[in-house]
């Protein structure tokens, strides 16, 4: 069984579209992220929530949007998608405050904007 | 200058060479990470440690928290160890996020 598993795998779309990623984790953590990885290789966090509550936002276009439903599961929904959203955007996990444990990471959704 | 710096960008070993990946933070930081990414783009956590030294099988991580310094290292390689080795450092004030480094690929030749 997958631990972290993230869909679609890969998502390619038209620029000025609104798309979602969906996360969910059967670990029983509660804690997730969101990362994204550039065409360089460089992984950033984005968000992170802790028991469905927001604790890291970083300096990300309020086109990104993240939702939690309940602990298991961290959606990320992306508004007029540009050229420059193109990456790779992982979803993790981890039991309690990040400094406490490892983080799990899902399979990652390859996003491309035309 | 990134907060987290990595070296070498790319190493190139034989099968059975003990490599060393080195990792500087700036930050303060409450542990350090390193992650392994596979070449099919999945991501694995290797390690997370806040002093001293871990060993799990033929990898070993050491961080000197004094020098702000980590490496791991890799004892008998073997070509499946290729990939692509990340650290990322967790900084220890406000929000607890992790800082990435550029990440080291690791290519083992049998």
């Known amino acids: 069984d997958t631990a972290v598993s993230q869909t679609p795998k890969y998502l390619v779309t038209q620029m000025g579209n609104d798309k979602s990623i969906k996360c969910e984790q059967n670990l029983g953590h509660d804690t997730m992220y969101w990362y994204k990885q550039d065409s360089k290789k460089f992984l950033k966090i984005m968000f992170s929530?802790?028991?469905?509550?927001?604790?890291i936002n970083e300096t990300v276009p309020n086109r990104f949007s993240p939702k939690s439903p309940d602990k298991a599961h961290l959606n990320l929904h992306i508004n007029s998608l540009e050229l420059g959203d193109s990456a790779v955007y992982f979803c993790?996990?981890?039991?309690?405050?990040?400094?406490?444990?490892?983080?799990?990471f899902g399979p990652g959704t390859r996003l491309t904007v035309l | 200058k990134n907060e987290v710096e990595q070296s070498p960008q790319n190493l190139t070993a034989q099968e059975g060479e003990f490599i060393t990946i080195n990792c500087s933070y700036s930050?303060?930081?409450?542990?350090l990470h390193w992650l392994q990414q596979h070449p099919g783009g999945g991501i694995v956590s290797l390690f997370m440690l806040s002093s001293g030294k871990k060993k799990h099988g033929r990898l070993i991580a050491t961080i000197n928290i004094q020098e702000k310094h980590s490496s791991l290292h890799i004892t008998a390689s073997h070509p499946r160890d290729s990939a692509v080795y990340i650290c990322?450092?967790?900084?220890?004030?406000?929000?607890?996020?992790?800082?990435f480094g550029t990440g080291t690929r690791l290519t083992i030749i049998p």
């Open positions: 993790a996990s981890s039991l309690g405050r990040p400094s406490y444990n490892e983080q799990f």
């Open positions: 929530y802790n028991n469905k509550e927001l604790i």
């Open positions: 990322a450092a967790l900084s220890n004030f406000g929000n607890e996020k992790l800082t």
């Open positions: 930050v303060g930081i409450s542990a």
